[in-house]
């Protein structure tokens, strides 16, 4: 249980400072690369963000190590401290302020987030899920999330981020049931877990999340983007505990406890993600013109998305 939450608190710190690294080389993309892969290819090129995915290649190992030793309806939770974190990694590298309004927002999230493990208090359950399990839940997560790319495809700026930014969230949270039955096949050793089929779905499932992750970040302010990578993440993976992995949790009056703190974290990671300080930090980016610390850019760039970065899941 300790090993678990000490892991999964490693990966939110990763996933934190992915989350500064990654937007700041975001923030540099043109409008017309949504969606494609020279948007990756030049990506690619920029210091920052394959820094950051470093970050977040850190992050998955810890969160597959916890994933290994605890609850997915305890682990995934503990993921969503990755936004506060941020809110401190830019006050501490970008030289953001955070004033009352960000600490008040962070300890309701973070009170929520407490609220919301120790009330659910996730023990038991199977290291694998059903046949049936994953047919229906892969199924309708991959209808629901083309269903969000769909409608982000035909709308703009905030609208279409925050919409990417669900539907990564809701597919970093499918990516982590397959790491827990990914490092559930580790007893049957290192050879078997790379004959069966979670390993490469879960592969897949994360590539997907990170494209869309790019996306959202290149489409519009991390206030509409980040609340859907962070709060579907943890939400998915809870429903994926309890009803695939058969997770067993509290009952009776700890239930309500449990519903109240998952609505002091949805209105914590909302107003956190809407902070003047992060909307203000995007400005100035904006105002500077999109420096990138030495970094190559395109010779075709065109106008730059306003901010520097929004805040990966990850997962």
């Known amino acids: ?25 975001n923030a540099q993309e043109p409008a017309e690369r949504s969606f494609s892969l020279r948007m990756i290819w030049d990506l690619l090129h920029r210091r920052t963000w394959l820094l950051g995915i470093v970050f977040i290649t850190a992050s998955f190992a810890c969160q597959a190590g916890a994933l290994g030793t ?23 590298f970008l030289g953001s302020e955070l004033h009352r309004y960000e600490w008040f927002t962070i300890a309701l999230l973070t009170a929520g987030l407490g609220g919301l493990v120790g009330s659910l208090q996730p023990h038991g359950g199977r290291s694998q899920a059903g046949t049936l399990a994953w047919a229906v839940g892969i199924g309708a997560t991959v209808a629901l999330v083309a269903c969000l790319v769909t409608a982000a495809r035909k709308r703009r700026d ?6 990417l930014g669900a539907g990564a969230g809701i597919t970093f949270g499918l990516t982590a049931a397959l790491m827990k039955a990914t490092t559930g ?10 004959t069966t089929w979670p390993l490469y ?11 869309l992750v790019q996306n959202a970040l290149q489409a519009g302010h991390l206030f509409a983007a980040q609340p859907g990578i962070s709060l579907l993440d943890p939400f998915t993976s809870i429903g994926w505990g309890i009803v695939a992995f058969q997770e067993d949790t509290t009952h009776g009056l700890l239930l309500v406890l449990a519903g109240v703190s ?14 003047p300080v992060l909307q203000g930090a995007q400005q100035q980016d904006s105002e500077s013109g999109g420096r990138n610390d030495g970094e190559p850019t395109s010779s075709t760039a065109g106008p730059q998305s306003p901010g520097p970065q929004r805040v990966p899941s990850q997962s």
Do not use: W, Y
């Not at 096949?185 to 790379?194: A, R, W, Y």
């Not at 879960?202 to 990170?210: D, E, L, P």
């Not at 998952?262 to 902070?275: D, E, I, Q, T, W």
């Open 262 to 275: 998952a609505m002091c974290m949805v209105v914590g990671a909302v107003l956190l993600s809407r902070s």
């Open 158 to 163: 905030e609208v279409r981020a925050g919409l």
């Open 185 to 194: 096949q580790f007893d049957h050793g290192l050879v078997h877990v790379f």
């Open 70 to 92: 605890g609850e997915l309806a305890m682990v995934q939770p503990l993921i969503i401290l990755e936004l506060p974190l941020t809110m401190v990694a830019g006050k501490l």
């Open 201 to 211: 779905a879960m592969v897949g499932g994360g590539a997907v999340g990170m494209f």
């Open 1 to 25: 249980m300790i090993i678990s939450v000490i892991l999964a608190l490693l990966a939110a710190v990763s996933n934190a400072g992915s989350n500064v690294l990654q937007r700041k080389a």
